[in-house]
């Protein structure tokens, strides 16, 4: 759900498009033009009742957009980050950048989202009661005032990645004074939801009702997903609590001039060494100008390696993102996703003292698991 098109940023957020969206959108207007509409408005051309239709899907759409913006509200309040705001098949998503820093934050945002639909079910209901006497204005009103409340009702179900879920993290979280835990349970009662859906789904289809079914079991199953990603990536927080970059970074990490040449580089010691990033040392503060890893090399057509020297093509000094050693390395971890890079050089002072890379931190996880630690 990281793609999509681009249609517009709000507060600097950008909000996003993916295309699974155009499915339900779909679903949505056929199910409106062809049941719902007819019935309130016999009288109506089927063009007019697909444009009807349209126009109410997307009011829909909206809807879920500000649900979402509900949550990146108080997200941005309280310095969480939001990176986009995405529609997909399943409904929205804010995708935001880093944990909240307690359960109060961490609720508000939660509750924001499902306090914006219920107002925005509010809101449709005023203007169904208000619009009754206009033609054409009270059906889709009305819809959308129902749709909205279960939109609210359905996120507020306690199980992960639900705002529900969210909330009851945030209330174990609130108990126990343990966030690890908290997301633990919030993740396995989300597990708990998601078999549920898929349970009724499979019931309902052998009650006869295939697409209904079909449709909770697509929904279980996206939430089990979602759940059990949450709780993966909750072991490992927990695995790396009180570890420190010192513990786990490479300490002879290996060193390069700025004068190398690309080609030479990639012969001698990516090829033959299985080597995948590189201190560039040899100038500026700290004696480092550089880092210079696959992603740059790669980026560099093949006719120009023996012609261009390291320096030319490596992230410099002032783009690098640099770690203590004292660091905990879940910051660091947090440094590196923010940042969207793979490995980070360690500096203490004015000395380069080695670099940490996401494939050691994941080494180092597999042998804790592995003696069982
Ligand atoms: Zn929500």
Redesign the pocket.
């Known amino acids: 759900m990281d793609g999509g098109i681009k249609i517009g940023t709000i507060w600097g957020i950008p909000i996003r498009l993916h295309g699974s969206w155009f499915i339900i959108f779909f679903l949505v207007s056929w199910s409106l033009a062809s049941g719902y509409l007819p019935q309130q408005y016999p009288q109506l051309s089927v063009p007019a009742l697909w444009l009807l239709g349209a126009l109410t899907s997307l009011l829909f759409a909206i809807s879920v957009v500000l649900?979402?913006l509900?949550?990146s509200y108080f997200a941005l309040r309280e310095r969480v980050p939001v990176r986009s705001v995405t529609l997909f098949i399943f409904g929205?998503v804010?995708h935001i950048g880093k944990e909240p820093s307690s359960a109060g934050a961490e609720f508000r945002i939660?509750i924001a989202?499902?306090l914006t639909s219920f107002f925005l079910a509010g809101f449709f209901g005023l203007l169904w009661l208000l619009d009754r006497p206009l033609p054409y204005l009270a059906a889709p009103s009305e819809w959308l005032a129902r749709i909205n409340l279960t939109l609210a009702v359905f996120?507020l179900i306690p199980g992960f990645p639900?705002?529900g879920g969210r909330v009851l993290r945030a209330v174990i979280w609130r108990l126990s004074n343990d966030p690890f835990k908290a997301t633990r349970w919030a993740s396995i009662s989300g597990q708990l939801v998601a078999f549920g859906f898929i349970g009724w789904g499979i019931f309902s289809i052998f009650g006869g009702n295939f697409f209904n079914g079909l449709w909770l079991i697509f929904i279980g199953w996206f939430l089990q997903n979602a759940a059990a990603s949450t709780y993966a990536q909750t072991s490992m927080q927990h695995a790396l609590r009180g570890v420190r970059v010192s513990q786990v970074m490479n300490h002879n990490a290996p060193i390069i001039s700025p004068d190398m040449l690309v080609g030479d580089l990639i012969e001698q010691r990516v090829l033959n060494g299985g080597q995948r990033a590189f201190l560039v040392t040899g100038c500026g503060r700290e004696n480092l100008c550089g880092v210079v890893t696959l992603r740059e090399m790669g980026a560099l057509p093949q006719n120009r390696w023996y012609t261009t020297p390291v320096g030319d093509v490596m992230v410099p000094y002032e783009r690098l993102v640099l770690v203590s050693p004292d660091a905990p390395l879940l910051d660091a971890l947090q440094k590196m996703d923010d940042a969207d890079v793979a490995q980070m050089p360690v500096v203490q002072g004015n000395m380069v003292l080695g670099i940490l890379t996401r494939d050691q931190i994941l080494r180092y996880l597999r042998v804790r698991a592995e003696i069982g630690v």
């Open positions: 649900h979402e509900g949550h929205g804010a939660a989202g499902p996120n639900l705002d």
